[in-house]
């Protein structure tokens, strides 16, 4: 096995760095929790806070691939440029050498798995008089930290699962005046619910249980209830702050979104730094002018900097001629020895997810497991390939699905029943066990 990494250490995006290859800013903490994070076999520090700074998540990443020889098995300052079939792989490398020349190699293999992230291209959407903007424009992965903001009026579009959010609240502490706006509202989940990582609770497996729609609501009533009022004095729906319907199609989406793109992790309490006015919440934008925004509602803001965060563009794979169109979100159907790790947005820890599609991977491509015939694979990946493209996140069924090929799906509702009518303790105890630790014992 070789791996190729373009960047100078592996790490992935948790490698802080300015200027244009970064994708993080200074503040920046895990918005999942610590123990739904570590990886099998390789239990993070104890001394680990419930929620990892960026720079825990890179040593935690370093010593993973140093203890298990993962680094040896990468090149580094490689970028792979081209990859074409016939009969087996050819792999174009540009690798930096120490002399800061590019040189070319290639390589031969049967196998090609691209672990290439989800944040190459910033997103940034198209308004009407955009150009006209005479401050600072910016994409949120460009944000490093709040000293550039100072005593400035800034407009954030967009929360994403935290990053418009976090940067809202940190730069409203020194900034003249912020301003928020989203085209809907979100869930707001705070880091701890009655002193636990909120993570920990909505991993428990009952949620496997209850159909999506169901969840809406109970969080509904929970979020209303426990957060807005609680936190912001009731003050939720006069915050502008209201609870999104996941009916409501937006920007082009054809289908209903899952709850979990609503959620926004708040790293501290949005919602009173909005009750308190240092942020202003804002509907959606519906044109720009030179000074600053007018929102959909009639009302405008003057501002001196926008930051966009809208998230990232998929990236479309030339070689294929068609956007991402895979089998469990992983192998192209028609060359199945090629196949994308973390293409999609699970609900809670990212890299549990990438530890059960890279098992998979690996059994795949060493012969262990059989991959169904490529009319079922066509099939099955034309069928979400919608979900796939627009609304990247991965539904609770995707992942029993991979979570069964890899021999640990979770019992069915009337098997769960009988269960707990006769062991109800250690059936209570199975349900108290994250989706990740069962998912990932094979
Ligand atoms: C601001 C932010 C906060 C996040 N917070 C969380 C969180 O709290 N919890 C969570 O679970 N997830 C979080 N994520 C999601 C995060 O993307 C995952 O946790 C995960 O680390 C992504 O890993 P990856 O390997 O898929 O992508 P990356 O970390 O982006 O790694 C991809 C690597 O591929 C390399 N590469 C790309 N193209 C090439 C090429 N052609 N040749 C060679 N090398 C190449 C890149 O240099 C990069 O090092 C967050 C993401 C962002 C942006």
């Not at 979020?223 to 702050?241: E, R, V, Y």
């Not at 937006?250 to 609503?262: Q, S």
């Amino acid at each position: 096995m070789r791996g190729f990494e373009k960047a100078d250490q592996l790490g992935g995006l948790w490698v802080f760095r300015e200027g244009e290859n970064g994708k993080i800013y200074t503040s920046l903490r895990t918005n999942t929790a610590t123990p739904t994070m570590q990886l099998p076999d390789f239990p993070t520090p104890p001394d680990y806070p419930p929620y990892m700074a960026h720079w825990q998540c890179k040593e935690y990443l370093q010593s993973f691939a140093n203890h298990f020889g993962i680094s040896q098995l990468f090149t580094l300052q490689a970028e792979v440029v081209e990859w074409t079939r016939d009969q087996i792989w050819k792999i174009s490398v540009h690798c930096l050498d120490s002399d800061k020349s590019i040189r070319m190699d290639s390589l031969d293999a049967d196998f090609l798995c691209l672990c290439i992230g989800q944040t190459g291209k910033p997103f940034i959407p198209q308004y009407d008089g955009s150009q006209l903007f005479e401050g600072l424009m910016m994409h949120s992965s460009a944000y490093r930290s709040p000293a550039l903001f100072q005593r400035k009026s800034v407009l954030i579009i967009g929360m994403g699962h935290a990053s418009g959010s976090d940067i809202a609240q940190e730069i409203s502490f020194g900034a003249h005046q912020v301003w928020l706006s989203t085209r809907r509202g979100g869930l707001l989940l705070p880091r701890f619910i009655n002193g636990r990582p909120s993570h920990l609770w909505g991993d428990k497996r009952l949620f496997l249980y209850l159909p999506m729609g169901c969840i809406l609501p109970i969080l509904q009533i929970f979020f209303t209830k426990h957060i807005n009022d609680s936190f912001a004095q009731g003050s939720g729906p006069s915050l502008k702050m209201p609870f999104p319907d996941n009916k409501s199609k937006t920007n082009g989406n054809k289908i209903p979104e899952h709850p979990a793109a609503f959620v926004t992790t708040d790293c501290c309490n949005l919602l009173q730094r909005i009750a308190i006015g240092a942020i202003i919440k804002k509907p959606a934008v519906a044109s720009f002018s030179q000074h600053g925004a007018e929102f959909v509602d009639g009302s405008s803001a003057k501002v001196d900097t926008i930051i966009w965060a809208t998230g990232f563009e998929r990236v479309n794979q030339p070689q294929f001629g068609y956007k991402l169109r895979l089998y469990c979100n992983i192998f192209v159907p028609s060359t199945p020895s090629v196949a994308y790790c973390m293409q999609v947005h699970p609900i809670g820890s990212h890299w549990a997810l990438a530890q059960m599609q890279a098992t998979w991977i690996a059994k795949v491509f060493s012969g262990k497991l059989a991959l169904p015939d490529l009319d079922t694979m066509m099939r099955e990946s034309r069928e979400i390939e919608p979900h796939q493209s627009e609304n990247i996140c991965i539904e609770y069924e995707e992942m029993i699905q991979i979570a069964h090929q890899l021999g640990t799906s979770p019992p069915g509702f009337f098997m769960l029943l009988f269960r707990l009518c006769v062991r109800p303790v250690s059936t209570i105890a199975y349900l108290m066990m994250s989706l990740r630790q069962q998912y990932i014992k094979i």
